[in-house]
């Protein structure tokens, strides 16, 4: 069965250092998000992707946060200069239509020191 | 503001027996509405989801969820638990005026089954 993947599973980073989350969405979908939980907290989406472009994004997603389509088959999340409260479990997902049926990978845990 | 409301953080039932997990929200209109499971170490799998029509939905893993409009809520249900639906349950609506893409989510239902 198609799945989404998402690497790296943990990375651990010291504050202020740049970050790069990958994710390869299932091969047919045509709607990307990222999402995040917070230890003990809601899962929270930051934003969504669609023919090669931002289509919404959340507050959390600030100027520190960039994703990209690169190749045409990952989708990645960058976090140029991380804080302590960037630390969380990312989860990428996608979708074939815009419907809110969405397919998640199993997550980047994220730890910054 | 939108809301999605599970009341329940932590739930145990036996293996065999019924299971109703809880999730009201606040929307202002009828919304799309999703249950999502999170089992330990995977991401969020979509249990089933409710978008127009019948009121009583058939998901995945023998689910099922009710769409109550006059109480605004949309519960889950199993009519016997297996010991493998240990997992955690999230209720989610799409922001309203944005992308369906965009959930809110509750802050789950973490159920535990004993043998």
């Known amino acids: 069965e198609p799945e989404v993947t998402q690497t790296p599973s943990h990375q651990v980073t010291q504050m202020g250092q740049e970050v790069i989350l990958r994710c390869v969405p299932i091969?047919?979908?045509?709607?990307f998000y990222w999402y995040r939980q917070i230890l003990g907290q809601k899962v929270e989406f930051l934003v969504s992707?669609?023919?090669?472009?931002?289509?919404?994004k959340s507050e959390i997603f600030d100027d520190q946060f960039s994703v990209e389509r690169p190749d045409g088959s990952n989708f990645t999340l960058k976090i140029r200069s991380t804080k302590l409260e960037d630390s969380a479990m990312y989860f990428c997902?996608?979708?074939?239509?815009?419907?809110?049926?969405?397919?998640f990978g199993e997550g980047s845990r994220l730890t910054v020191l | 503001a939108q809301s999605v409301t599970q009341p329940d953080i932590h739930i145990t039932v036996s293996e065999g027996a019924s299971l109703e997990l809880r999730c009201n929200y606040s929307?202002?209109?009828?919304?799309?509405l999703f249950w999502y499971v999170q089992s330990p170490g995977q991401g969020l799998q979509l249990l089933l989801k409710?978008?127009?029509?019948?009121?009583l939905v058939q998901g995945i893993k023998g689910f099922e969820a009710e769409f109550k409009r006059s109480q605004s809520s949309f519960n889950l249900r199993k009519p016997s638990v297996h010991w493998s639906d240990a997992a955690e349950y999230f209720c989610?609506?799409?922001?309203?005026?944005?992308?369906?893409?965009?959930?809110?989510f509750g802050k789950g239902t973490k159920l535990s089954v004993k043998p």
């Open positions: 929307y202002g209109a009828t919304p799309y």
């Open positions: 409710y978008f127009s029509g019948d009121t």
């Open positions: 091969s047919n979908h045509l709607y």
């Open positions: 992707f669609y023919n090669n472009e931002i289509s919404e």
């Open positions: 997902a996608s979708s074939v239509h815009n419907t809110g049926e969405l397919f």
């Open positions: 989610a609506v799409p922001v309203r005026g944005g992308s369906q893409g965009n959930l809110i």
